[in-house]
C-alpha cells in the first residue's frame, strides 16, 4: 500500500500570510496514463470533507483561487496564498493511483494564532 | 447540485449488522465509480470500498473484506453499504463518495459499535 505522510501535523498562521503543507508518497504517483492522481481536501470543523484540488494542481468548482497544488513524483505541496479565517480546518492529500487501496494522509490541522 | 446524503447509522452491539444507504442527485449516477470512506473519532480517513458504475467489480479495505459487502441500484441513485460482524473498531462515522477520486462527499452517517 502506498503511505501517504503529511508535514506539519498542525501550522498555526497569521490572517493574510501564506501557508504551505507538504505531502509525500512512498511511491512516485504518476500513472502509467501520464496522470498523477493526488488530491487535496479541506475539513472545516463540524463538517465533511470537501475536494479543493485533484491532479496535483487542478482547483475544483467555487474553490478559491488562493488554493493551488503543485509537485510531481512522490512530493507534493498544498499552498494557500494568503490565509482568511474560513481557512480553518484540517487539509488531507489522497492518492488514487496505486488503488486499492485509496490512500489518505495524516491531516495538518490549520489554526489561525 | 450534486448532493449525497447517507442514512442507516446507529448504535449496535459487537458481532451485529447495519446497512447504511446513500442517496444521490445532480449527476449521472450511473456512470460513476462509487466509494465509501470512514472517519474514526478524531483520527483521519480511509477508505473502505469502491465499486465500479455497473456494479460488476468491487474492492474493500482488508479489514472488512469478508464482513462489508457494497452495492447499488442504478434506478434507485443509491449505493449501499452491508455491514456484518461488527466490531468495535468499525466505529465511526460513514461518508459515501462519488468516483474514486471522492469528487463529492455527502455530509456522514455515525455507526457506534459498542456493547
Known amino acids: 500500500d502506498v503511505v501517504m505522510t503529511q508535514s506539519p501535523l498542525s501550522l498555526p498562521v497569521t490572517l493574510g500570510q501564506p501557508a504551505s503543507i507538504s505531502c509525500r508518497s512512498s511511491?512516485?504517483?504518476?500513472?502509467?496514463?501520464?496522470?498523477?492522481?493526488l488530491s487535496w481536501f479541506q475539513q472545516r470543523p463540524g463538517h465533511s470533507p470537501r475536494r479543493l484540488i485533484y491532479?496535483?494542481?487542478k482547483r475544483d468548482s467555487g474553490v478559491p483561487d488562493r488554493f493551488s497544488g503543485s509537485g510531481s513524483g512522490t512530493d507534493f505541496t498544498l499552498n494557500i496564498s494568503r490565509v482568511e479565517a474560513e481557512d480553518v480546518g484540517i487539509y488531507y492529500c489522497?492518492?488514487?493511483?496505486?488503488?486499492?487501496?485509496?490512500?489518505f494522509g495524516g491531516g495538518t490541522k490549520v489554526e489561525i494564532k | 447540485e450534486v448532493q449525497l446524503v447517507e442514512s442507516g447509522g446507529g448504535l449496535v452491539q459487537p458481532g451485529g449488522s447495519l446497512r447504511l444507504s446513500c442517496v444521490v442527485s445532480?449527476?449521472?449516477?450511473?456512470?460513476?465509480?462509487m466509494s465509501w470512506v470512514r472517519q474514526t473519532p478524531g483520527e483521519g480517513l480511509e477508505w473502505v470500498a469502491n465499486?465500479?458504475?455497473?456494479?460488476?467489480?468491487?474492492y474493500y479495505v482488508d479489514s472488512v473484506k469478508g464482513r462489508f459487502t457494497i452495492s447499488r441500484d442504478n434506478a434507485k441513485n443509491s449505493l449501499y453499504l452491508q455491514m456484518n460482524s461488527l466490531r468495535a473498531e468499525d466505529t465511526a462515522v460513514y461518508f459515501c463518495?462519488?468516483?474514486?477520486?471522492?469528487?463529492?462527499w455527502g455530509q456522514g452517517t455515525t455507526v457506534t459499535v459498542s456493547s
Open positions: 465499486i465500479k458504475p455497473d456494479g460488476s467489480d468491487r
Open positions: 491532479n496535483v494542481s
Open positions: 511511491q512516485t504517483l504518476e500513472h502509467t496514463d501520464g496522470i498523477t492522481y
Open positions: 445532480g449527476f449521472s449516477f450511473d456512470i460513476y465509480w
Open positions: 489522497m492518492q488514487g493511483t496505486h488503488w486499492p487501496p485509496l490512500t
Open positions: 463518495g462519488q468516483n474514486t477520486g471522492m469528487d463529492a
